[in-house]
Every structure is written in structure tokens, then in C-alpha cells.
């Protein structure tokens, strides 16, 4: 092989190699704050349009009732079973313009359970659909109706509370407390900042510090859950 043919072969395999690696760095970085990738389960559809950007999948417009309706019928159909599911479709008060879902689905051979939440963006017109693989936890639900309002504390010690009547953010917060995880471990890590949120029926205390795991407690137990950047801006906590 001539030495001009051995140049041109090397720099081929080098064009090859500096390909494999930018599209594998792109992947990494694309799907980088995923605890699961659909794409790589043939048991988990995506959705048509769906496109991955980082922590998430969005797609543009207003088409969670038809992701919605998407995995609900598809992923039986692939050997999964709903754990439970709730929607903004079971609300039936004019005044919720909560728009999205969030379910739980096991299957057998699944190590954990598999999440798929979505909900729509309006100010960015667009979708937005989470998938994540959590261990199989519990998460008993503490609340089941939606008072008119809910007072929140940020610190024990205040004596009036930030009222929030908006029906969209109560269901939030709701929804995000109801999911928390049960924790059965009596000893809580220390947590520098404590609040409190007055539901009217039941008081929850809300352990947190920054990018740590948060603490709920009431009279129904210990529940411990993600700091969701969501749960901050519903209940106007600082985090």
C-alpha cells in the first residue's frame, strides 16, 4: 500500500472516530438529566414529535391530551399496568386550568416503577413530558379535596401567611404532596429552613435546604420528595 494511500485511509478512520465521538457527546448531553431513555426501550413509545432536551421531552403546542391518550392505550398494550394516574381531565371545575397528566406504571422484569407526566406550557406554547425510573416506593395520598384557598407559613414563628387561592396552584401542590414517597425512617436529616402549609382540615411542615431532599410532615406521617424546582414556584417558598 503506498504511503499516500495509508494517509488517506488513516485520515478516514480518524473522520470516523472524531464523528462517533461528537454524536455520542451530543447524546450524553442531550439526554443528560434523564433517569430513563424511551428510545432505548422497545417497550416505551415515544410519542410522534416528541424531541429530548436535557431533563425532558417537548414537543410544540398544546398536545397533552393526546400524549394522554397516547400512552394510556399504548403502554397495556406492551405488558404495562397502571399503578395510578391523574389528570386534569377527572377536574371538573371550570376554574382549574391545570393542563396535564401524571401516571405510574409496573411491569413485570422491571426493575422500579416507570413514571410519564406531562403537562402544557402556555407561555412557551409548548408541551413538556417527563419520563422517569423511580425504585417502587409507596405514596399514600394525604389530600383528596381541593379547599377555595391554602395559607402558607415560611417560617414557624410568622404570624400571617401568604394565601393562595388559585385553584391551579392548589391542585399543584396537591398533586406534588399526594406523590411524595412515604418515609418510614423516624430520623429526618437537619434541614435549615421550615414552613408551614395550612390545607384548613390538616397542617404540613416542609423540611429544606437548597438542593436537598425535602421532608413533609403532618398528622398522616413523614413523606420525603425531590426539590422540584415547581413545588418552589407554586407555594412561593425560597428555596
Same mark, same amino acid.
Not at 403546542?61 to 392505550?73: T, V
Not at 429544606?208 to 413545588?231: A, C, H, L, R, V
Given at each position: 500500500m503506498s504511503r499516500k494511500s495509508i494517509f488517506l485511509s488513516a485520515g478516514i478512520a480518524l473522520l470516523i472516530a472524531m464523528s462517533w465521538f461528537g454524536y455520542h457527546k451530543a447524546t450524553d448531553d442531550t439526554y443528560e438529566g434523564m433517569s430513563i431513555i424511551p428510545e432505548q426501550h422497545k417497550d416505551i413509545p415515544l410519542f410522534k414529535g416528541?424531541?429530548?432536551?436535557?431533563?425532558?421531552?417537548?414537543?410544540?403546542? $398544546?398536545?397533552?391530551?393526546?400524549?394522554?391518550?397516547?400512552?394510556?392505550?399504548? !403502554?397495556?398494550? !406492551?405488558?404495562w399496568k397502571v399503578e395510578h394516574v391523574e389528570s386534569a381531565l377527572d377536574n371538573n371545575d371550570i376554574e382549574n386550568d391545570w393542563s396535564g397528566f401524571y401516571s405510574r406504571w409496573r411491569k413485570e422484569g422491571f426493575d422500579g416503577e416507570l413514571w410519564v407526566s406531562s403537562n402544557y406550557n402556555q407561555f412557551d406554547d409548548k408541551t413538556e413530558v417527563i419520563f422517569d425510573k423511580t425504585p417502587i416506593h409507596k405514596s399514600t395520598s394525604w389530600i383528596e379535596e381541593i379547599p377555595n384557598n391554602i395559607c402558607i407559613y415560611e417560617t414557624l414563628n410568622q404570624e400571617d401567611c401568604l394565601v393562595i387561592a388559585d385553584k391551579t396552584k392548589i391542585k399543584g401542590i396537591k398533586t406534588l404532596i399526594n406523590k411524595a414517597i412515604d418515609w418510614d425512617d423516624e430520623k429526618l436529616s437537619k434541614r435549615e429552613k421550615t414552613s408551614v402549609i395550612d390545607f384548613g382540615? *390538616?397542617?404540613?411542615?416542609?423540611?429544606? /435546604? $437548597?438542593?436537598? /431532599?425535602?421532608?413533609?410532615?403532618?398528622?398522616?406521617?413523614?413523606?420525603? *420528595?425531590?426539590?422540584?424546582?415547581?413545588?418552589? /414556584?407554586l407555594t412561593n417558598l425560597s428555596q
Open positions: 416528541l424531541k429530548p432536551t436535557r431533563s425532558q421531552y417537548v414537543i410544540k403546542g $398544546n398536545h397533552w391530551e393526546d400524549i394522554y391518550d397516547f400512552y394510556i392505550s399504548k !403502554l397495556p398494550s !406492551l405488558g382540615n *390538616m397542617k404540613i411542615k416542609v423540611y429544606y /435546604e $437548597n438542593d436537598k /431532599e425535602i421532608y413533609i410532615q403532618s398528622k398522616k406521617g413523614t413523606k420525603i *420528595m425531590k426539590p422540584e424546582p415547581e413545588f418552589f /414556584e
